[in-house]
């Protein structure tokens, strides 16, 4: 099982702002999923990546996935309160089995 | 359509008793997984079920921790004899069948064990 780092492990930001966090391995990604996971509750899938080079994008959120499939980054576009959790990376490489990152918490100020 | 269902949502023990975690998978999953979230890291695999076996469970504690998902009600997460370090967030989470895999995984909303 790969060890994913996670960076920053905390973002403060005021609402409007932009934001990026990483995730990156040692190891190559065959298939990586990130997560958001709000105070008291379960980690909500939002999207999975799996070309080496792909981006995709989630209304305000766009995810990378480095060509080498070994890191990956989430970028939030002038962020508001709602976005405000804990965001984790998982390699889904192995289907049920995901291995997490230790994730970045964020919040965003009013 | 309801989502994964856990309770109790919160659970305090003390050293030496038993937990007894239950979990009710999505309408139409046949796939159960418990994961655990320790203070300050990441959510780690236990064990995956499916009606009346245990397909994988090489994340359980060889001691004190058991699963089972009968063929009728939930499955269910049981600790004995806790520890404060079984102290943590339990979730569960469901997927169908796709043919092809297990799919994407739902989460419940976890289980907060305390051990005083």
């Known amino acids: 099982t790969q060890l994913l780092e996670q960076s920053p492990q905390f973002l403060s930001i005021q609402e409007g702002e932009n934001l990026t966090v990483y995730c990156n391995s040692s190891?190559?990604?065959?298939?990586l999923q990130w997560y958001r996971q709000e105070p008291g509750e379960g980690p909500v899938l939002l999207v999975t990546?799996?070309?080496?080079?792909e981006v995709k994008k989630l209304k305000r959120l766009t995810f990378q996935f480095g060509d080498a499939r070994k890191d990956s980054s989430l970028h939030i576009t002038a962020a508001q309160p709602g976005d405000t959790g804990l965001y984790l990376c998982?390699?889904?490489?192995?289907?049920?089995?995901?291995?997490f990152g230790a994730g970045t918490t964020v919040t965003v100020r009013a | 359509n309801a989502g994964v269902m856990q309770n109790p949502r919160h659970l305090v023990r003390r050293r030496g008793q038993e937990a007894r975690l239950r979990c009710s998978p999505m309408?139409?999953?046949?796939?159960v997984y418990w994961y655990r979230q320790l203070p300050e890291e990441g959510l780690k695999f236990m064990v995956y079920?499916?009606?009346?076996?245990?397909?994988?469970e090489s994340g359980m504690p060889k001691e004190r921790f058991s699963a089972e998902f009968p063929k009728e009600g939930p499955s269910i997460l049981r600790i004995q004899q806790v520890v404060r370090g079984d102290s943590a967030a339990y979730f569960c989470?469901?997927?169908?069948?796709?043919?092809?895999?297990?799919?994407?995984?739902?989460f419940g909303e976890g289980s907060r064990l305390t051990v005083l």
């Open positions: 989470a469901s997927s169908p069948w796709t043919g092809s895999g297990t799919g994407e995984l739902f």
């Open positions: 190891s190559v990604f065959s298939s």
């Open positions: 990546v799996v070309t080496g080079g």
């Open positions: 998982a390699d889904a490489s192995n289907d049920y089995k995901l291995s």
């Open positions: 309408k139409g999953h046949s796939h």
């Open positions: 079920l499916q009606k009346e076996n245990i397909i994988d």
